[in-house]
């Protein structure tokens, strides 16, 4: 069953959402540079402080999924970067 299909929506699927944002358009896989995805992040981050009903999902966690994703980011993009 696809997460779709579930009837409640977890802390585990909103990580699995979150590790995908931005990345669908019309269908197809799209490619994000990692300061695309950083500033995405973020503004979600920011916008849980204002949220009220969190269901099942544990904030915490998310907070700090969020942190490391938003790290393993950047230690990507550093990577990437041109050695000068």
Same mark, same amino acid.
């Given at each position: 069953?696809?997460?779709?299909?579930?009837?409640?929506?977890?802390?585990?699927?909103?990580? =699995?959402? =979150?590790?995908?944002? !931005?990345?669908? &358009?019309? !269908?197809?896989? %799209?490619?994000?540079?990692?300061?695309?995805?950083? %500033? +995405?992040?973020?503004?979600? %981050?920011?916008?849980?402080?204002? &949220?009220? !009903?969190? !269901?099942?999902?544990?904030?915490?966690? +998310?907070?700090?999924?969020?942190? +490391?994703?938003? =790290?393993? =980011?950047?230690?990507?993009?550093?990577?990437?970067?041109?050695?000068?």
């Amino acid at each position: 069953m696809g997460i779709q299909n579930r009837l409640i929506w977890t802390t585990d699927d909103e990580i =699995l959402y =979150l590790k995908e944002i !931005g990345t669908f &358009r019309s !269908g197809a896989k %799209r490619q994000m540079k990692p300061a695309e995805k950083i %500033r +995405l992040l973020e503004k979600y %981050r920011e916008s849980m402080k204002s &949220r009220t !009903g969190w !269901g099942k999902l544990d904030p915490v966690m +998310l907070g700090s999924a969020i942190d +490391l994703m938003i =790290l393993d =980011l950047t230690v990507e993009s550093a990577k990437a970067e041109p050695k000068s």
